[in-house]
């Protein structure tokens, strides 16, 4: 064994070692979309009295801590997003309602003297000020109290804890204790009060919280005028239930609210609907894997098999690496790691068919030469695609939110995993594997000293793809055009999390006609529901905004014609943030045009830079195209889907191109378009393996991954059979046209144009 096999064998060996480890100690952290549970993201207002600012929403922060710490919710999750929004998640918490009732509440509390009753009969929902300081608020009965400046606030309280008093009759109620100046202000407070007749209104003291009169007790008349009530403790009663009591006294331990705060978003996943999307994921990526195993084996033999081998130690080491970074696994994260698995093909497909060459030319001698100098020849397209790969990555992590984030999360990781298994795993097995004897003996075993069956066809023919290099870019453009009218014609149909509103996910106990549930919400007041099938026993309704009265009132009409229907899913996106999240979708899309364009220009000639972006344009008007034919929606997981496709596209043209600039250099001066054509016969042998390895993994994504990533899979096979046809028949020729229109404006030594 030599001393670079030793040095690989070693740091596989450490690699996988430590994988091992942290996969068995350390638990992979699921998100709320798989485990279940609720997410709200709150963005905090300026008052005429306190700025939102940085430090407003820390203090905010605090607050809610306290506030679901005392609610008993098990591992919850808090975290500040830029200066104004608070992203809380709070796993198995199923009703939304309460959730964002408890934590939206500003729970501003204060202790009014009463001036009087009135009587004016005027509007009394709001409160009317009447003299500086004094304002009307109606008591729990409805009466108008006319109330005069706080004598104290919750500040000034100690503790608050909810009690039941049976013998007492007073039920379930709110002990509050005070502190410090708290507790003279409160015995000057009852002291002026008892100093009014008995059933006076002037007698009673109110409580207020958010302006609204929670209990306003007459003083007791056992309390002396003028001395008050000394022992700084006081109850609030008003027929609370239990649940009423704890969350008033979780309220005032809490405090107030420095800011108020509106709920801008809210995510609510059932437990079952997580648990499916698990075992759905884990089946695709069991029987995707298997085929594409079974694909690389029948195509390169022994090297494919350890090959596959390699791509079980990828699958440890990206879960590793995931699990020791923190990362939260989403939905469209764990799509991601099903879909690396097939992208991890890639780089093992582009040197084993680097080999074939080297062994079928003879310029290397032997199957471990031929396979020493395919990884190395390889190495500079399989860095490219990577890299094209991770700025897709990057700009997901940095440009998104939620659960896109996390498949850009996942993706990145599953890059860098890849190229560690194919460069140093694959490597390391078949360099060993090549050196024994009895594989010397046998060189076919190891699949690289046959051309494979593409390469022979193409080989016997020697087709001229581009001979008509226009004719194919007339057909790419009417293809485009095809597609293009969609958006024309159809629009483009933006989902919830761009337009703002609300997105329902029923599972129902059979298969239910959407029109009947469309023509009934209609009847009740909601003409604009958009009701679709979700896989077999599943219904969707999106709607506009809608209140939890509104929401519970379409579950009500929906149970009405479906019967029995759980609801599994609940999204509620304020328009603010729809407007927000849509504007940042463009932002991104451009950004990765931007980037695409820049590392290209970089890496090749404007030349060759400009058609790889034709080309990736091309594909993304495409698939926006025939999803709006098809009239599915376009919302944050089709953008992760939309600049994954960006990436892979790129992917195939910068394998073609790179093969271009090594021929150009082989041969200067040869003609550009035969170059161009020669590139394309010797990588399409990798391209079609490529595609088909990935196709594998996709198709399974789509019939076994649920009716949550059946549109994400369909978006990358759209992408993926649009981008291996873009990279030969669009990229290719845009180049042949572009170097041949630079080629004419060069200018000669004595200032004369040439021609070629």
Same mark, same amino acid.
């Given at each position: ?388 790969? @991770?700025?897709?990555? !990057?700009?997901?992590?940095? *440009? &998104? ?6 498949? #850009? %999360?996942? =993706? $990145? +990781? ?58 194919? @870019?007339?057909?790419? !453009?009417?293809?485009?055009? *095809? &597609? ?6 159809? #629009? %483009?149909? =933006? $989902? +919830? ?76 996106? #304020?328009?603010? =943030? $729809? ?178």
């Amino acid at each position: 064994m030599t001393r670079s096999l030793r040095v690989r064998a070693l740091l596989a060996l450490t690699v996988l070692a430590l994988s091992l480890y942290v996969a068995v100690t350390v638990p992979l952290r699921l998100g709320l979309d798989l485990r279940g549970g609720t997410q709200i993201v709150l963005e905090t207002r300026s008052t005429p009295t306190a700025d939102a600012d940085s430090a407003a929403t820390d203090r905010t922060l605090e607050v809610l801590r306290g506030r679901i710490d005392a609610l008993g919710v098990a591992e919850p999750t808090l975290v500040r997003s830029g200066d104004h929004r608070i992203i809380v998640e709070l796993p198995g918490v199923q009703d939304p309602k309460k959730a964002a009732d408890v934590l939206g509440r500003t729970a501003q509390l204060t202790f009014h003297p009463v001036l009087g009753a009135t009587h004016d009969g005027g509007d009394t929902s709001r409160p009317l000020p009447k003299r500086p300081g004094q304002r009307v608020l109606p008591d729990e009965s409805g009466t108008p109290l006319r109330l005069g400046p706080a004598s104290l606030t919750g500040e000034d309280v100690k503790e608050a804890a909810a009690r039941f008093d049976q013998q007492g009759g007073a039920g379930w109620h709110v002990t509050v204790g005070f502190e410090g100046d708290g507790r003279a202000d409160w015995a000057r407070l009852t002291g002026e009060a008892a100093c009014k007749a008995p059933g006076d209104a002037a007698r009673r003291v109110a409580i207020v919280l958010d302006d609204k009169v929670i209990s306003s007790p007459q003083v007791d008349p056992s309390v002396a005028c003028g001395t008050g009530i000394r022992d700084g403790a006081t109850r609030i009663t008003g027929s609370f239930s239990p649940e009423e009591a704890r969350e008033l006294s979780l309220l005032i331990n809490g405090g107030a609210l420095p800011v108020p705060v509106e709920t801008v978003e809210q995510r609510t996943v059932g437990p079952t609907l997580g648990a499916q999307a698990i075992t759905a994921s884990a089946w695709a990526a069991v029987i995707g894997t298997a085929l594409t195993s079974l694909f690389i084996i029948a195509v390169y033999r022994l090297l494919g098999a350890l090959a596959a081998l390699a791509l079980a130690c990828y699958g440890l080491v990206s879960y590793a690496a995931l699990a020791a970074l923190g990362a939260t696994l989403t939905l469209p994260g764990l799509a991601g790691f099903v879909l690396a698995i097939g992208m991890a093909v890639d780089a093992n497909v582009l040197v084993f068919e680097r080999a074939r060459e080297e062994y079928a030319a003879r310029r290397r001698p032997g199957i471990r030469a031929a396979l020493t100098a395919g990884f190395r020849n390889a190495f500079s397209a399989i860095a490219d695609s990577n890299i094209t790969t @991770l700025i897709a990555a !990057a700009l997901l992590f940095f *440009l &998104a939110s939620g659960p896109v984030r996390g498949f #850009g %999360v996942t =993706l $990145g +990781v599953g890059v860098l995993a890849s190229m560690f298994s194919a460069l140093v795993i694959s490597r390391l097995l078949a360099e060993f594997a090549a050196s024994r004897p009895g594989v010397r003996r046998r060189p076919r075993l190891t699949g690289i000293a046959t051309t494979g069956a593409v390469r022979d066809r193409l080989t016997r023919r020697d087709p001229l793809l581009l001979g008509r290099p226009r004719r194919w @870019l007339a057909t790419s !453009a009417a293809v485009l055009v *095809l &597609a293009g009218s969609g958006l024309a014609v159809r #629009g %483009v149909d =933006l $989902g +919830v999390e761009f337009t703002g509103g609300r997105l329902i996910e029923y599972s129902t106990s059979g298969p239910v006609d959407p029109g009947r549930v469309r023509a009934a919400l209609a009847d009740a007041g909601f003409p604009r529901a958009v009701v679709q099938s979700s896989g077999d026993t599943g219904l969707t309704v999106r709607t506009e905004p809608l209140t939890d009265a509104e929401e519970a009132e379409v579950t009500g009409t929906l149970r009405d014609v479906a019967g029995p229907a759980d609801k599994v899913r609940d999204e509620l996106i #304020g328009p603010s =943030l $729809g407007k927000e999240l849509r504007q940042g979708a463009l932002i991104a899309l451009a950004v990765a045009l931007g980037a695409q364009f820049v590392y290209l220009a970089a890496r090749f000639r404007w030349v060759l830079g400009s058609a790889a972006v034709v080309a990736l344009v091309h594909d993304v008007v495409i698939l926006l195209g025939v999803f709006a034919w098809l009239g599915k929606p376009v919302d944050g997981v089709f953008m992760a889907a939309l600049l994954t496709v960006i990436g892979y596209s790129v992917n195939d043209s910068v394998v073609l191109f790179d093969r271009v600039r090594e021929l150009d250099r082989r041969g200067p001066g040869a003609p550009f378009p035969g170059v161009v054509n020669r590139a394309i016969l010797q990588t399409l042998p990798r391209t079609v393996n490529t595609g088909m390895g990935a196709a594998f993994m996709l198709t399974a994504l789509a019939v076994l991954g649920g009716s949550s990533l059946t549109d994400f899979a369909l978006a990358l096979l759209i992408g993926l059979v649009v981008g291996t046809y873009s990279s030969v028949f669009t990229a290719a020729p845009v180049a042949i046209g572009l170097h041949a229109r630079s080629r004419r404006r060069k200018p000669s030594p004595e200032g004369v144009a040439v021609t070629t």
